[in-house]
């Protein structure tokens, strides 16, 4: 914030921000939410009060944040090579999100071709399967063992998943029908098809939401359900929040493309969305071919 | 060369207030100075810890702490140094001289930038905090395997969420200095071009973007097995503690890079400055630093050979892990070929530069012992590999850091520091860090184990020798904060070239460096580049 509103700035240099407040609040802000979560998990009480404080501040920090960045753009301070710093940044912080992802997928492959075969003796699992384990047999979906969590069934690939994985394909159809409009200077057509993508995409999280209630209700299977369960609902899990962090972003980008923030030539608060978009998406192809097809 | 310092447009002068000048700040100079403000504190606490080890290793026996403050002690002053120190200084000094190395204006994302840097200390007050809960800091070693370090109380969620922090401070560091390198460079300033400082931190940013977020997903597992019921690491459920291992590993080795690639850096500026040559195969050093960190992502069960894993598997790591030593001998033979036959002197920085090739080699060796699958049966998890990390990181990183801050310090505050004084803290650091080190080769060869409070009295002799070397090391520290005290406030007027040897943009500007510099990108001419000819 600072005093962005009154400055000038001459836009052959490069823009560098006289002073910030956000990072400070954003800190306080995560600080706060993790502290309180660490208490809550302690069974300290105020904890949950501390974190839900801290997750307002954090958003109050990024729409402020992104409010300023939003009209140092529009005032005409971010030249060429701002715009590539900020295109820089996103997909570095894209590559970031996708080891994130690669080290839960790195757990299921591990579990999946080595320590649930070892586990049923292959290798040189074989005393362990012996002597610790006598009986179990290496077959997966597994819990375990000890059959931790109790029985269990999976969701079928071919159902509900495969309508997600349409779902989320379209999306990824119908945004970029929407980036040609907006290149086009269609608003109207641009407005429409990134709604058609929001919608798709709350389609896929109730459809995500219906299937948890239906595994936690009716299969039985939880994030307690052993190696099985955990790996499913984390990689599932934080696959949802991620589709919902796109959600939220798509819809303040409609609201951006509705005020007419983006020009033509130069919108990339809408192209960073939607690589983020395509990122989601491609994430859950992996997770539709290794967690429930495969 | 042209400088821009005093003809730019706008706002030469330091914010006044003293929150505006620091806590608001998005001037890389300051956040520079912040983290490596930070990085001391964080160096000092982290020293007071290893004091409070050596001190009860001085005897067998127990004497002063208990045997689960110790292993408190233990496990905080890795994570302390590792995230507190070192890394935050590698920024810092980032943050200070790559906008000045590559004729930028300021760091690519400057608000990032402080964010990147006021993360960290609400990152440690989570993780100091823990000292006084009830049970305690983290006991279980800055590795954190699971069972042992699901066993410990309050701090283990505070633990996570500070490393949560930390990893989310480091990634957008890494981020912007990746976006400044390859967005902010001056015309002409070619990536080839790039001083090594620079560019080792390229590729360390680069490491850092992938891994820190494989160690938020390793802890993360950690948090769930602990507090909702999964199942990841428990082999009743199907999951396997030694798959937190694999996870941790990989993120860990290329760590171990990450906190030595910058100082590869610094140690190939200082050493053509003071030989008065230009390095020793420039194109070579790039190619090997890229050739170790590729290496980095496939050697990590290295430090899982003792866990049970199958031979094909040992030997396979046992082999890439081996190869690492062929750019780094790479590295080492420039540096001694760059001094060969040239005019050297030997000011603090350039002792440093070379204490850090010759211990850090010394590392390096034991380190390629280590490799060694059967020889690490004997050796693993006992002081030989304390030995090792600590020749490797106190001599080889914190040598590189104390290198480039003697060797950047006149360019910060426009003062010489006193040479005398700097090179009574080289020797006495130097003297004192072997006998704190050396003998403990030879505790670890014999079967002294680490992380352990008490020793057979077999030991004794080396452990008494290796406390007084730690006390001393310490002591020498504390003398080094007076030597920067003292020269950030009065000494010889620093020139603009600092050293007779100094080649490149960032000796151009003004000793001290304005508060902004390069607002218009410089004038590059090649001959006043330490790297501007590539073929050499
Ligand atoms: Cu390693």
């Given at each position: 914030m600072a005093h962005a509103h009154t400055e000038t700035h001459d836009p052959t240099l490069y823009y560098v921000p006289h002073g910030t407040r956000w990072p400070i609040v954003g800190s306080v802000a995560l600080f706060s939410l993790v502290g309180g979560a660490a208490l809550w998990l302690n069974g300290w009480a105020g904890g949950t009060v501390a974190s839900l404080v801290g997750f307002v501040l954090l958003l109050v920090m990024l729409w402020g944040w992104f409010g300023d960045v939003i009209r140092e753009s529009i005032r005409g301070f971010y030249n060429r090579q701002v715009d590539v710093s900020f295109r820089m940044g996103m997909i570095w912080f894209i590559f970031s999100e996708v080891m994130f992802f690669g080290a839960f997928f790195g757990a299921l492959f591990y579990a999946r071709a080595l320590q649930v075969p070892w586990l049923g003796g292959e290798g040189h699992g074989a005393l362990t399967n012996e002597f610790l384990w006598p009986g179990f047999s290496a077959v997966w979906p597994t819990n375990g063992p000890a059959n931790i969590g109790g029985a269990f069934e999976t969701i079928p690939a071919w159902g509900l998943p495969l309508v997600?994985?349409?779902?989320?394909?379209?999306?990824?159809?119908?945004?970029?029908?929407?980036?040609?409009?907006?290149?086009?200077?269609?608003?109207?057509?641009?407005?429409?098809?990134?709604?058609?993508?929001?919608?798709?995409?709350?389609?896929?999280?109730?459809?995500?939401?219906?299937?948890?209630?239906?595994?936690?209700?009716?299969?039985?299977?939880?994030?307690?359900?052993?190696?099985?369960?955990?790996?499913?609902?984390?990689?599932?899990?934080?696959?949802?929040?991620?589709?919902?962090?796109?959600?939220?972003m798509l819809t303040v980008i409609w609201f951006r493309c509705a005020k007419g923030h983006f020009t033509k030539e130069n919108h990339f608060g809408f192209e960073a969305v939607a690589w983020y978009w395509h990122f989601v998406d491609v994430v859950w192809l992996g997770l539709f071919l290794f967690v429930y097809v495969m | 060369m042209a400088t821009h310092s005093a003809t730019h447009d706008d706002h030469d002068h330091k914010p006044q207030g003293f929150l505006d000048r620091w806590l608001f700040t998005t001037n890389h100079?300051?956040?520079?100075?912040?983290?490596?403000?930070?990085?001391?504190?964080m160096f000092l606490v982290g020293g007071a810890m290893a004091m409070v080890i050596r001190a009860e290793l001085f005897q067998p026996g127990l004497q002063l702490v208990h045997p689960e403050f110790f292993n408190q002690m233990t496990t905080m002053h890795a994570l302390v140094m590792i995230f507190g120190a070192v890394m935050p200084a590698f920024v810092g000094l980032a943050n200070w001289m790559i906008p000045l190395q590559i004729g930028a204006p300021d760091m690519a994302l400057p608000r990032m930038n402080n964010w990147s840097f006021w993360l960290l200390p609400f990152a440690f007050f989570l993780l100091l905090v823990t000292l006084v809960l009830p049970g305690g800091a983290p006991q279980a070693g800055w590795t954190l395997y699971p069972p042992l370090s699901l066993q410990g109380g309050y701090s283990i969620a505070f633990t996570i969420f500070a490393i949560h922090l930390m990893g989310i401070s480091s990634i957008m560091g890494a981020i912007n200095i990746i976006a400044t390198i390859l967005n902010m460079r001056a015309p002409g300033m070619d990536l080839l071009k790039m001083p090594l400082f620079t560019w080792t931190w390229l590729i360390t940013a680069f490491l850092l973007i992938a891994v820190m977020p494989v160690l938020a997903g390793a802890v993360t597992m950690l948090l769930t097995d602990k507090f909702f019921g999964t199942s990841f690491f428990n082999a009743a459920g199907?999951?396997?503690?030694?798959?937190?291992?694999?996870?941790?590993?990989?993120?860990?080795?290329?760590?171990?890079?990450?906190?030595?690639?910058?100082?590869?850096?610094?140690?190939?500026?200082?050493?053509p400055t003071f030989s008065r040559k230009p390095l020793f195969g420039?194109?070579?050093?790039?190619?090997?630093?890229?050739?170790?960190?590729?290496?980095?992502?496939?050697?990590?069960?290295?430090?899982?050979?003792?866990?049970?894993?199958?031979?094909?598997?040992?030997?396979?790591?046992?082999?890439?892990?081996?190869?690492?030593?062929?750019?780094?001998?790479?590295?080492?033979?420039?540096?001694?070929?760059?001094?060969?036959?040239?005019?050297?002197?030997?000011?603090?920085?350039?002792?440093?530069?070379?204490?850090?090739?010759?211990?850090?080699?010394?590392?390096?060796?034991?380190?390629?012992?280590?490799?060694?699958?059967?020889?690490?049966?004997?050796?693993?998890?006992?002081?030989?590999?304390?030995?090792?990390?600590?020749?490797?990181?106190?001599?080889?990183?914190?040598?590189?850091?104390?290198?480039?801050?003697?060797?950047?310090?006149?360019?910060?505050?426009?003062?010489?520091?006193?040479?005398?004084?700097?090179?009574?803290?080289?020797?006495?650091?130097?003297?004192?860090?072997?006998?704190?080190?050396?003998?403990?080769?030879?505790?670890?060869?014999?079967?002294?184990?680490?992380?352990?409070?008490?020793?057979?009295?077999?030991?004794?002799?080396?452990?008494?020798?290796?406390?007084?070397?730690?006390?001393?090391?310490?002591?020498?520290?504390?003398?080094?904060?007076?030597?920067?005290?003292?020269?950030?406030?009065?000494?010889?007027?620093?020139?603009d070239q600092v050293w007779e040897g100094a080649k490149g943009l960032e000796w151009t500007v003004p000793s001290p460096a304005p508060h902004h510099t390069f607002q218009r990108p410089p004038v590059i001419d090649d001959s006043k580049l330490a790297h501007g000819d590539v073929t050499h």
């Open positions: 997600n994985t349409l779902l989320l394909l379209s999306s990824g159809v119908t945004i970029t029908i929407a980036h040609h409009a907006l290149r086009a200077g269609q608003r109207g057509s641009l407005l429409f098809w990134l709604a058609a993508t929001i919608l798709l995409g709350l389609v896929f999280l109730c459809i995500q939401l219906y299937e948890y209630h239906h595994a936690y209700t009716d299969l039985g299977l939880t994030l307690g359900s052993g190696i099985y369960g955990s790996t499913f609902f984390m990689l599932t899990g934080f696959h949802g929040l991620h589709v919902l962090l796109g959600m939220i | 100079k300051d956040i520079g100075t912040l983290y490596l403000v930070w990085s001391l504190i199907g999951g396997d503690p030694v798959l937190f291992q694999h996870v941790f590993w990989f993120f860990g080795h290329p760590e171990v890079y990450i906190m030595i690639l910058p100082a590869f850096g610094i140690i190939s500026e200082i050493i420039y194109q070579a050093m790039v190619y090997a630093t890229a050739s170790i960190a590729f290496l980095s992502f496939i050697v990590w069960a290295h430090h899982m050979f003792t866990v049970g894993m199958p031979v094909g598997a040992q030997l396979y790591f046992m082999y890439a892990t081996m190869l690492i030593a062929v750019p780094t001998g790479v590295k080492v033979f420039n540096w001694v070929a760059t001094m060969w036959r040239g005019s050297l002197t030997f000011e603090t920085p350039m002792l440093f530069a070379l204490g850090f090739v010759i211990m850090f080699t010394i590392g390096g060796f034991s380190g390629l012992m280590l490799a060694i699958v059967p020889a690490d049966y004997q050796y693993h998890d006992t002081y030989f590999v304390v030995a090792h990390f600590h020749y490797v990181l106190v001599t080889g990183a914190i040598f590189g850091i104390m290198a480039g801050v003697y060797y950047w310090l006149p360019k910060w505050t426009g003062f010489m520091y006193d040479e005398k004084l700097g090179k009574i803290h080289f020797w006495w650091s130097t003297i004192s860090v072997n006998v704190l080190f050396f003998p403990q080769h030879f505790l670890g060869l014999a079967g002294m184990p680490r992380r352990i409070p008490d020793y057979n009295v077999a030991f004794a002799e080396f452990n008494m020798i290796s406390s007084i070397g730690g006390f001393a090391f310490g002591l020498a520290q504390v003398f080094f904060v007076y030597v920067l005290w003292k020269a950030s406030r009065a000494g010889v007027k620093a020139t």
